[in-house]
């Protein structure tokens, strides 16, 4: 396994994770596109040292790379495209909204959170 | 048979639940005719020894599945399971006026819980066993909750739902355990289970069955549960449903009757049930209440006998079993009967009904001797044999035994006398309503079972001596008298009576104060707390910050993969392929380290951008022309789509999310670290040289394609990129209507 690689995919994944835990939307898309080329590029070192295309008859097959994790990879590569797409319309759907791209608190979350001292609903009464 | 027998009670079940509103009173005597059938079926068997068996498989390999046998212990919980319900059924046509709301779900209900019960007796398996022992649970919460307006039916609903299933899960946990110890899930084929998991599931086990059958400290729920119409209680908290943790505590003796901590454990509830609930039983006003601690103390006498284990005491718990079903049966329909005529159930308001109610005076003397242990009835017999059984052990527990047995005897005697008198004897005279007579049949009938049992002790005698040697594990079986001659136990059994009646007329004289439901407080307060705490934690835990809840998912990621750090190896890793693939690594980490570090939002698409096409070129290294050319377009229209999204905000991001930063930072290079530690720890070990010679002639040869990666996304794995299109197109249509949506059609704020 590639060293290089796996610092990429390290660095890639690190620099993501602190994107995606901040406030603005913008950021949290920049963080969530830059998990996405960690994750395909994990999937590229998964299988195997660097090779010729793995096109039948440009090679042969000892000198080609591995095609299955470039078929998973490309995959992954249009599933994560298509998520940062969507993001980014709600990060512009945000916008039109509230004037700034800001991810606030979940207000239904607040809400449970600040009732967690009151009761219920009220005791029925025990039997006799 | 057996199937047919259940998938009757279900049919009917359906048609009840389909029709009942329409059949309305009427619903009760069809709900009747399953357990009748039932009965009858059972009473024929009654005698032959051959056990009968059924199966419904689901999962074979993992022994899943329902599997029943019906055997000698099983016919007589049968034919008080069904026969019983089919009376109670009878005399809840009675005891429901025609107006009645909500008959026809009633009767839907209290057969349903019939089914279940029968399923829980009939069980083998162990999977079986408690399923049908959380549907009692769950349809006998229905059924204390009839009276559904009533806030207090409500409460004890949920309170004995809390504890009887909360024992439930306790069950399972137990019967897996000594599953795991006998090697089998089938309990008739249990041998003597041995070993820590065969002592911690008895334990289990124990605590499960204490729990539906009402066992101090489990009994809270047992009085409370009282507020549900008078069938149910006869019914559930007299004959089956609180019979279930006996039930289970038999037949699981010859598996784990040999543990000490089993018969410790089994003798310190029932005798300490059987004590505080006489003690209950006296002090109530409530006839119903006095009935329900009654029962609460006969359970832990049949607790208390099967737990001893001897073979003179199991066939003393199974006679008493047999007993107690008749005469509280009877006692509790009287009871009811009382409550419809005269209005009223509390002891001290209600006198001389002897004359008024003769029927159902002579019934509950019938059944009441029999409770008292007194001749001609076979509740002598059961005590009789209960002492004996105690007399024969040796040790510690004779003295524990005897002397709960004895002093618990004395106290239902008292309680019996007290209940009695106060109902029939003199006091404030009642006049009760006119009504008709069909309600009493049911209970003379199961009083005057009491009557024939000790008359026909001989073939029921035949009955109980193969039940009880299923549970004895074949032991050879002492026998039952219906007069045992002048012994010792006889001797106790007549002091037991005198004292019994002395106490007993002593605390009718004596105004009692009545006891303050603490139990049932605590229980409640014990449950509340759990609530409080669980909405304290998820207060805690679920506060809506987005970033924190990313931070945790992190942090909780990055701590799973400590186990793996055991299995990294550094001896496959290579520098790089190329010099050159080292700098594009570095490159891209730049790039993405450039995208957070920049100040302004075109800069940081910029940087996302230049990332993107770093990979691209670190694909081209790695011999992926397809990933190369996808990458491209993907970088171009995200870099597009950043720009056309943020555009319209200000150039800079907002200077906020930096209170956090160093936490951030700590988070997000250990959730770095991780990922390499993982792949670190997954490429370690590679599964062979990937078959790339296959796959290349196999995309040629049946794909038709040359190229190996487009061959196995378009042919071989057809099927995932016809999902990933899907995806695509969802992802679209989203976007399409996000894009679209009017400006100010936001919902405002709740």
């Given at each position: 396994m590639s060293v290089a690689l796996l610092g990429a995919v390290g660095g890639l994944t690190a620099v993501g994770l602190y994107l995606m835990t901040g406030r603005p939307l913008s950021r949290i898309v920049l963080g969530y596109a830059l998990l996405g080329h960690a994750a395909v590029v994990a999937l590229l070192i998964a299988g195997g040292r660097a090779g010729r295309p793995?096109?039948?008859?440009?090679?042969?097959p000892e000198a080609m790379a591995n095609p299955l994790p470039q078929a998973i990879a490309l995959t992954a590569i249009v599933i994560s495209f298509g998520l940062t797409l969507f993001l980014l319309s709600l990060a512009r759907r945000q916008q039109a909204l509230s004037g700034d791209d800001l991810v606030e608190d979940d207000l239904e979350d607040r809400r449970i959170a600040a009732r967690q001292?009151?009761?219920?609903?009220?005791p029925g009464p025990s039997a006799p | 048979m057996i199937l047919g027998l259940l998938l009757l009670h279900l049919a009917v079940c359906g048609l009840l639940a389909a029709s009942g509103r329409r059949l309305g009173r009427r619903g009760l005597l069809v709900g009747a005719v399953p357990p009748a059938v039932t009965a009858i079926w059972s009473a024929t068997r009654l005698g032959t020894s051959a056990p009968q068996t059924a199966e419904v498989t689901w999962v074979k390999g993992l022994d899943l599945g329902l599997t029943f046998r019906v055997d000698a212990f099983g016919d007589v919980m049968t034919l008080i399971v069904s026969g019983i319900g089919a009376l109670v059924f009878v005399y809840a046509h009675g005891y429901f006026?025609?107006?009645?709301?909500?008959t026809g779900r009633f009767a839907t209900t209290l057969l349903a819980f019939s089914t279940a019960m029968l399923g829980l007796v009939w069980s083998d398996s162990v999977w079986s066993l408690f399923i049908f022992w959380e549907l009692t649970s769950v349809t006998s919460f229905l059924l204390i909750g009839?009276?559904?307006?009533e806030g207090t039916a409500l409460a004890a609903a949920r309170r004995t739902l809390m504890i009887t299933g909360g024992g439930g899960l306790v069950l399972l946990a137990g019967l897996l355990l000594v599953a795991r110890a006998a090697d089998t899930t089938l309990i008739s084929q249990m041998l003597p289970a041995h070993g820590a998991s065969a002592v911690a599931g008895a334990v289990l086990v124990m605590v499960g069955a204490a729990t539906k059958s009402a066992?101090?400290?489990?009994?809270?729920?047992l009085p409370g549960a009282m507020v549900a119409p008078t069938p149910v209680s006869a019914y559930l908290h007299s004959a089956t449903m609180v019979k279930a943790g006996v039930v289970l505590v038999a037949v699981l003796g010859p598996a784990l009757g040999h543990l000490a901590t089993w018969q410790t454990l089994g003798l310190a509830f029932g005798i300490a049930s059987l004590l505080w609930g006489a003690g209950g039983a006296l002090r109530h006003r409530d006839a119903k209440l006095i009935l329900a601690w009654g029962t609460v103390s006969q359970l832990g006498m049949l607790i208390t006998l099967f737990s001893a284990g001897t073979p003179k005491a199991t066939l003393a718990a199974l006679a008493l079993l047999v007993a107690h079903a008749l005469f509280k049966g009877a006692l509790f329909l009287v009871v009811g009967e009382v409550d419809v005529r005269?209005?009223?159930?509390n002891v001290d308001e209600l006198g001389g009904l002897a004359r008024s109610m003769p029927g159902a005076f002579w019934t509950a003397v019938l059944a009441g001797l029999s409770m008292a242990g007194?001749?001609?009835?076979?509740g002598f017999v059961a005590k009789e044999a209960a002492i004996e059984a105690a007399l024969a052990l040796n040790g510690p527990e004779r003295w524990a035994i005897g002397a709960g047995v004895i002093a618990g005897s004395v106290l239902t005697v008292a309680y019996t006398v007290r209940l009695l008198v106060k109902l029939f004897?003199?006091?404030?005279?009642t006049e009760p309503a006119r009504r008709r007579t069909a309600t009493a049949a049911p209970a003379a009938l199961l009083a005057a079972a009491g009557v024939a049992g000790y008359a026909a002790l001989g073939p029921l005698l035949g009955v109980l001596k193969s039940a009880a040697g299923r549970l004895a594990g074949g032991a050879e079986m002492p026998t039952l008298y219906r007069w045992p001659g002048l012994t010792a136990a006889l001797g106790i059994s007549l002091a037991v009576l005198a004292a019994g009646l002395l106490v007993g007329l002593l605390v009718t004289r004596r105004q009692v104060r009545v006891p303050a439901p603490r139990g049932a407080r605590w229980s409640d307060q014990c449950l509340e707390a759990t609530l409080a705490f669980a909405k304290a934690v998820t207060g805690r835990v679920q506060h809506g910050s987005l970033p924190v809840y990313l931070v945790t998912m992190t942090a909780a990621a990055a701590l799973a993969t400590i186990p793996f750090l055991g299995s990294?190896?550094?001896?496959?890793?290579?520098?790089?392929?190329?010099p050159l693939q080292a700098i594009l690594a570095a490159t891209v980490v730049g790039a993405a380290l450039g995208a957070a570090a920049v100040g302004t939002r075109l800069g940081a698409g910029l940087a996302l951008g230049a990332a993107g096409i770093t990979i691209s070129a670190i694909f081209v290294i790695a011999g992926a022309p397809d990933l190369v050319l996808t990458q491209l377009l993907v970088e171009t229209v995200i870099v597009v789509g950043f720009v056309l999204a943020?555009?319209?905000?200000?150039?800079r991001f907002p200077p906020?999310?930096?209170?956090w930063r160093s936490v951030r930072l700590g988070v997000a290079g250990v959730g770095g670290a991780a990922v390499v530690v993982g792949l670190l720890a997954a490429s370690h070990?590679?599964?062979?040289?990937?078959p790339i010679a296959e796959m290349v002639s196999g995309s040629v040869?049946?794909?038709?394609?040359?190229?190996v990666v487009n061959v196995i996304l378009t042919d071989m794995r057809a099927l995932d990129t016809l999902g990933e299109v899907v995806v695509l197109a969802v992802v679209a249509v989203g976007i399409l209507a996000l894009a679209r949506?009017?400006?100010?059609s936001g919902s405002p704020a709740p």
């Open positions: 793995p096109i039948a008859g440009r090679a042969v001292g009151e009761p219920d609903e009220p | 006026s025609p107006e009645a709301a909500g009839h009276k559904s307006a066992q101090t400290p489990f009994h809270v729920w005269a209005g009223t159930r007194a001749p001609p009835l076979l004897g003199p006091g404030p005279r990294v190896g550094v001896g496959h890793l290579f520098a790089w392929d190329t943020f555009g319209r905000l200000s150039r906020v999310g930096l209170r070990n590679p599964a062979g040289a990937p040869g049946e794909g038709g394609g040359k190229n949506a009017p400006a100010d």
